[in-house]
């Protein structure tokens, strides 16, 4: 970077032109004891024009813009879809022509600015939209463009790509990323009947290529996986406008105590909230849904009642230890692990079971 004393010539190196005014401090008075002071802004490239007429437009030349940093076309729609303005003309087909210099840009760099545009947009759908027609979503998220035009035949209005954008607008914070990825399994699933048998596993395993890709960190991976994996969960329950033969069949289908413990450890106690917005996102996103949000309430009761009763969800609930299998002549490493989660199993099945002297007997069969 190379300073430069004429304010022009510093202004006109900057992204757009709202980022490029300035204010004379000399003039000003700084120590808070003046109130509504005027002062006089400094806007050589039109930046108050554009803020007016709604415009994110590159300083001077777009392209050359784009060309001294190529994280600039994607903070053009980013800044559009945050502040809901237009890209100008000329700065808008500069982007598609910058695609050389922008796909120099590291992965780290891309996922900060669309996790900013994921968490920071009114519509993340605007945003993400000006990424795919500009060109942008092909260099870091070329899955998302294959659910275009992706048909879903059954109890679904929109393709895979438009449910997938408008999960994503109305999810909370917390589950933006994952609600835009819930479906991406879809694409290579699909058995043209509308039935996706599978997706939820397979999308599970494509988002977690996906983030690493964007170099997400390794907890962040495994919680999303876990989400999409999880996604389609279904607790039978009964409701008032069911008759008695409907009634009894769900009766035969209610989760025990164990299937609540089941679902706990697969999903993970501390992404249980999480799951249930990314499933109440997923069926506000569509219109045909039958989603009765009854479900997750009777679901969250009896999660509830589950975590009272101090019982063991995880391998550092059991009575044994790593310490205690070694000494029984467990090897320490990947058998040790196989051995400890399949010690979980047995007591998520049976509480009772989480005895020191138990499980050592079942530890014993299992070497």
């Known amino acids: 970077v190379e300073f430069v004393v004429d304010i022009d010539k510093d202004l006109g190196r900057r992204d757009f032109t709202f980022n490029a005014m300035a204010i004379d401090l000399s003039t000003a008075d700084l120590s808070g004891n003046q109130d509504g002071q005027l002062v006089e802004i400094h806007d050589p490239f039109n ?89 942008l979503l092909a260099i870091f998220l070329p899955e998302l463009l294959e659910c275009i035009g992706m048909e879903q035949k059954i109890n679904h209005k929109y393709d895979v790509y438009e449910h997938s954008l408008r999960t994503c607008d109305v999810a909370e914070d917390s589950v933006k990323l994952v609600a835009l990825l819930h479906d991406i399994g879809k694409i290579h699933t699909d058995s043209g009947d509308g039935h996706f048998y599978n997706h939820d ?9 996906i983030m690493k890709r964007l170099k997400f960190p390794n907890n962040e991976i495994e919680r999303a996986q876990k989400l999409v994996k999880n996604h389609m969960f279904y607790y039978p329950h009964v409701t008032e406008d069911m008759d008695k033969e409907q009634k009894e069949n769900i009766k035969l289908h209610e989760w025990s105590d164990a299937a609540i413990r089941r679902f706990i450890r697969r999903v993970g106690e501390e992404n249980i909230e999480d799951l249930f917005r990314l499933r109440i996102a997923d069926a506000t996103a569509n219109p045909y849904s039958e989603f009765d949000s009854t479900e997750i309430a009777k679901l969250q009761e009896h999660i509830s009642e589950v975590l009272k009763q101090d019982m063991a969800l995880k391998v550092s609930d059991l009575k044994v230890s790593g310490d205690d299998l070694a000494q029984i002549g467990v090897d320490r490493g990947p058998q040790m692990g196989k051995i400890l989660n399949k010690l979980l199993d047995i007591v998520i099945e049976d509480p009772l079971k989480n005895k020191k002297e138990l499980l050592l007997e079942e530890a014993k069969k299992m070497m």
């Open 47 to 135: 930046g108050i024009t554009d803020l007016n007429r709604e415009l994110v437009r590159a300083v001077g030349t777009p392209i050359e813009r784009f060309k001294e940093d190529g994280l600039r076309a994607f903070r053009a729609c980013r800044l559009a879809s945050e502040l809901q303005f237009d890209i100008e003309e000329e700065t808008f087909k500069a982007i598609s022509q910058s695609i050389p210099v922008v796909e120099m840009v590291s992965m780290e760099r891309i996922r900060d600015e669309f996790m900013k545009l994921l968490l920071y947009s009114p519509k993340p759908s605007r945003g993400i939209n000006l990424l795919k027609d500009t060109g």
């Open 201 to 209: 596993s397979l999308g599970a395993e494509m988002v977690g290529n």
